[in-house]
């Protein structure tokens, strides 16, 4: 004998919730962040809304793979290793949510340039991968070294939240409704290690960024680091995304990332390629006018 409802039972529980939930219409409540987990409702129909959150979505490639010839203690060493610099990394960036999800975390940022901050912690925890966490693998596993590093996704939406499962318990979570965080891991999932992908809001603040846009003045000419990405099952605007392989240079990756972070955008280095683009431009504008003012002219003549 069990103290547990019996299956009719707990069907026909459920029935009445879906019946109750899908009669109501839910209260939509406009929030400032930052995102307080605390404050959020649970068994009220109440949701609160957060503008434009920017999501990061990091997921630790080949992870199915890593205890190929290993002991089990190892395998869990390197999930440890692997995982919680990439959950410090959202935090030090100023994530105001973070989520953990086996060999993956999330971080949900809002306030000032949170933007800017979310693709900062994307490319550090890529850079961690690849130069950091690789490194580490190869010297312990020479031989037989795992292969493995971050696929990074950022997304930007408005996001709905609220706490779903059973109250005064610890079977309760919050749950995010919106673009950021399913397009975030889609951005992910299609990536390999050691490459980000965003989807077009994130790529559009990306591209009027000269610090993010162009390679470090190390370099002997700047040039783009991004690629255009269409990302897959992503619907509309949001699929024309970007793609990044490079990491932050090891000589200016610190200022350039503080710059980003602080606001600045426009690189004293790059005026005269500045210069040089913006002229080019005025010159095709000129000659678009002449040949529209020609065919005019000609139209009237005629």
Not at 182 to 198: D, G, L
Not at 262 to 284: E, V
Not at 285 to 297: C, D, H, S, W
């Amino acid at each position: 004998m069990t103290d547990r409802p019996s299956v009719s039972e707990m069907l026909e529980d459920s029935e009445a919730h879906v019946d109750e939930q899908l009669k109501q219409t839910p209260e939509v409540i406009k929030t400032d962040g930052p995102i307080d987990t605390e404050d959020l409702y649970i068994d009220a129909p109440k949701w609160r809304k957060y503008s434009q959150v920017s999501c990061v979505f990091a997921d630790l490639a080949g992870s199915t793979s890593l205890r190929n010839g290993r002991w089990e203690a190892s395998t869990a060493s390197i999930y440890d290793a692997a995982v919680k610099p990439a959950v410090l990394i959202l935090t030090n960036f100023g994530a105001d949510f973070i989520d953990v999800q086996g060999d993956a975390a999330f971080g949900l940022f809002t306030g000032e340039y949170s933007k800017r901050r979310a693709i900062c912690a994307g490319i550090t925890i890529k850079t961690f991968g690849e130069r950091v966490l690789m490194s580490a693998l190869e010297k312990k596993w020479p031989a037989n070294t795992p292969q493995t590093g971050y696929k990074v996704g950022c997304a930007v939406s408005d996001l709905l939240a609220k706490k779903i499962g059973i109250s005064r318990t610890d079977h309760n979570a919050p749950v995010w409704a919106g673009r950021a965080v399913n397009y975030a891991a889609k951005c992910s999932q299609q990536a390999v290690a050691h490459q980000m992908i965003v989807t077009k809001p994130v790529a559009d603040t990306i591209r009027c960024n000269e610090y993010l846009w162009y390679s470090c003045a190390c370099s002997d000419e700047s040039t783009e680091l991004w690629s255009e990405q269409h990302v897959e099952k992503v619907s509309g605007k949001d699929a024309e995304g970007l793609l990044l392989t490079s990491s932050w240079c090891e000589t200016c990756g610190d200022a350039y990332c503080d710059k980003i972070c602080t606001g600045s955008w426009r690189r004293p280095d790059l005026d005269s390629k500045r210069n040089f683009l913006a002229y080019g431009k005025y010159q095709k504008v000129i000659k678009f006018r002449e040949a529209n003012g020609l065919q005019i002219r000609r139209g009237i003549g005629g």
